[in-house]
């Protein structure tokens, strides 16, 4: 499958390759790289998460190399590879830190800390699991099969680590062992790309060990239908990879209840644990700006993690593969247009690691994780536009975009969208097979189109396009066949409350409720994108409204944006105060350092 994404996303992926990619690393005097060279690893006792960076580049870098055919950058990917592998001990270490504090050696019993952090904190496990995906994917790119060797090594020294040698991974990451468990994800990659079982006992040996950790116990909690929440420490990132690396599980060995576990997650972040704009947040009021909330917790100035974003991308990515449900393309899609684009500047350099519904753009500094995760996040998405299926072809993400696959049975296919998606729901869609054949077209219906109508060659097609779900068109299709989407994007309200209700018992027992808090806010969507405004009359920031209507949006105007490149804005006339202008979240408020961007308004306590 080759896939090419114009519009939005094509310019985000463009700026991606200009900028992050082409710049952090160029070889191995990268500062990044640098940390591996033996005098700096040996030196190195406690340090932070930095080696991480090294694996997440080649992971971006090899797939941006093979979309664009860039030969310069795929010379860099093998050169710091080849650097890296050459560095690899004969034990299979590849990490960046001092012989005392590898993962291979028992640390001191670890104190009990709100984070569930060892005594000794090190990255090394973390760092490697990054490695093996990234050594998996230049090999892929480049089909150099010491990468391969390489990345079985470190999964070798993994298995005999948590085996012969007597070292539980929960003792070695922070979150009660949260931050070591991702191993599973890469192990079970090791697995389907060598097909042998030590990986997928390596895989099953993490699972043992978290499970039988009381303060993590993934799978048990999972499956007794915990909230996120209350796994470990809740922290957001830590826990989607592991459920990434759960859900690789269940494609391993065909287990129901790994895919139940993860999809009770899945149901649960979806409903309690996202911005409007498709980011996984929390942090209100805690130790760790980066964990989830409670379940019932609303703020508008909770903090979404560019990482949490990427490995919620990643999670939709295995179950939208597990399943070919249209839930999880429709989460890929609107975490896209939204929280990912709206964290990246478009320099494609700068990355906000925080970004907030409510608050400040804050571009980062030269060592965060984030702007390695919003590098990887962008190079996920060609391969997510569109899919094979058994029996055709599904087409996952709108945006103008071309695609050649491969079907069964069919021969090669060739896609192509031609739309002003986001900002425009009329998508046309040219299906040219290599020749004349009958298969399917599964064109998701997004869950917010009500009455989308669908045609091929001008024709309506009955039967009603069901939002949430995929449309299938069954026919024989032909060269330059068009399928006309008509997506109706009507700016639609939506509603949040914080509200807190003090629970108590009479002395007969009778059961005594009564909510001591309660705050109304009022949001603006218009198809997958979500709305904000800058500083309200250019000093405020926020505003109580008073509205209209709470059941009937249309009050609310699409209007022509200044640059109508970049989509239309939406106008919000409330009651007794001049109209407020809403733009897309991405670009609200301007893509630049300290703007700001309001998503959500206090609404006026009478109007509930
Ligand atoms: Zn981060």
Not at 231 to 245: E, F, P, S
Request: aromatic content about 10%; hydrophobic content about 40%.
């Amino acid at each position: 499958m080759s896939v090419q994404l114009h519009g939005l996303l094509g310019e985000a992926l463009a700026a991606n390759h200009r900028g992050r990619l082409a710049s952090f690393i160029v070889d191995e005097t990268s500062p990044a790289i640098a940390l591996f060279a033996p005098q700096h690893a040996h030196a190195n006792r406690s340090g932070d998460w930095y080696g991480e960076h090294a694996g997440k580049w080649l992971y971006a870098a090899s797939k941006a190399a093979a979309r664009t055919g860039d030969a310069v950058l795929l010379d860099r990917v093998r050169r710091v590879a080849d650097y890296l592998v050459g560095l690899q001990d004969a034990d299979g270490y590849l990490g960046n830190y001092a012989p005392e504090r590898r993962f291979m050696r028992k640390q001191p019993p670890k104190p009990v800390t709100w984070d569930g952090a060892p005594q000794f904190r090190t990255w090394d496990i973390w760092t490697h699991s990054y490695l093996i995906l990234g050594l998996l994917e230049a090999r892929r790119h480049t089909g150099n099969g010491a990468y391969l060797d390489a990345a079985c090594r470190i999964g070798d020294l993994c298995l005999r680590t948590l085996t012969s040698g007597g070292i539980d991974i929960t003792e070695l990451g922070n979150h009660f062992g949260m931050s070591a468990t991702v191993l599973l994800d890469p192990a079970l990659e090791l697995h389907f790309a060598t097909g042998e079982q030590r990986f997928l006992d390596l895989a099953l040996r993490i699972v043992e060990q978290a499970d039988r950790n009381p303060r993590l116990a993934l799978l048990a909690q999972a499956l007794a239908g915990a909230d996120p929440s209350e796994i470990a420490t809740g922290k957001a990132y830590q826990l989607l990879w592991n459920l990434v690396g759960v859900a690789k599980l269940h494609r391993a060995t065909g287990d129901a209840a790994h895919l139940r576990a993860v999809v009770n997650l899945w149901r649960s972040i979806r409903d309690h644990h996202l911005t409007l704009g498709g980011g996984p947040w929390g942090g209100v009021a805690h130790r760790s700006r980066e964990v989830f909330n409670p379940a019932t917790v609303f703020s508008p100035c909770g903090y979404v993690e560019t990482c949490s974003i990427l490995a919620w991308l990643q999670l939709n990515r295995e179950l939208l593969a597990i399943t070919g449900e249209a839930a999880y393309a429709a989460e890929i899609e609107r975490s896209a247009y939204n929280d990912l684009l709206g964290a990246q500047a478009p320099d494609g350099e700068d990355w906000c690691y925080y970004s907030f519904p409510n608050g400040r753009r804050v571009y980062t500094t030269y060592w965060r994780c984030c702007k390695s995760s919003g590098a990887m996040a962008l190079e996920e998405l060609p391969a997510l536009a569109y899919a094979t299926a058994a029996d055709g072809v599904r087409i996952n993400l709108f945006g103008p975009s071309a695609a050649a696959l491969q079907v069964r049975d069919v021969g090669k296919v060739h896609l192509e969208q031609r739309t002003a998606y986001p900002f425009d729901g009329e998508v046309a869609i040219r299906v040219t097979p290599e020749r004349a054949a009958t298969f399917k077209v599964h064109v998701r219906i997004p869950q917010w189109a009500a009455r989308a109508s669908v045609a091929v060659n001008g024709a309506s097609i009955p039967g009603e396009a069901e939002a949430g779900a995929f449309f299938v068109i069954q026919r024989e299709w032909r060269r330059d066949d068009v399928i006309s989407l008509s997506l109706p994007m009507r700016p639609q309200l939506h509603f949040r409350t914080q509200s807190s209700t003090q629970e108590a018992r009479a002395p007969d027992d009778a059961p005594i409720r009564q909510e001591v808090l309660h705050f109304d806010y009022l949001a603006v969507t218009r198809g997958p994108l979500a709305y904000a405004t800058g500083l309200i009359d250019g000093y405020k920031i926020e505003e109580t409204l008073r509205v209209p209507s709470q059941t009937d949006s249309s009050w609310l105007e699409t209007l022509p944006a200044p640059d109508a490149a970049e989509g239309p804005d939406v106008r919000v006339t409330p009651l007794g105060r001049p109209a407020l202008v809403f733009s897309p979240y991405y670009r609200a408020g301007g893509r630049r350092d300290r703007t700001w961007r309001l998503t959500w308004m206090p609404l006026a306590p009478e109007s509930k």
